[in-house]
């Protein structure tokens, strides 16, 4: 999921008498491209069933989400392909993970982040 492109807003004023009015429309150009390759903590964390992992790529890069458990035995590959510059995320079900701590490791082009998450049933 990119998040970027063009979005509108307008504010409203509402005085103490109930009277209100709008302000001119604001239009934002907004393009999330992070500067380097970013791997968030996810969401929620300890977390039970599921949980979010956000990453973003600086460039179009082949990327590789992989969930190991505490021992560095791989349990699943989550993201493998071609991915545009941009951020995603991916969500994580757990319902048929033991209790306990895993390890979710990022790779794009020669750049790695691993963070650590908690499964609690």
Do not use: C, W
């Not at 996810?42 to 973003?56: D, V």
Request: no cysteine; proline share 4%.
């Amino acid at each position: 999921m990119t998040i970027s492109g063009n979005y509108s807003y307008r504010l409203k004023q509402i005085d103490y008498d109930g009277s209100f009015n709008y302000s001119g429309e604001v239009s934002v150009k907004v393009n999330l491209i992070p500067a380097e390759l970013t791997l968030h903590q996810n969401y929620p964390n300890p977390f039970n069933p599921s949980t979010t992992i956000r990453y973003g790529l600086p460039t179009d890069a082949y990327a590789k989400l992989i969930l190991y458990d505490i021992l560095g035995n791989e349990i699943e590959t989550l993201v493998s392909e071609k991915k545009s510059a941009g951020t995603y995320e991916v969500t994580v079900n757990g319902s048929n993970l033991a209790n306990g701590i895993y390890i979710y490791r990022l790779q794009a082009g020669n750049s790695v982040q691993l963070r650590k998450m908690i499964l609690l049933k």
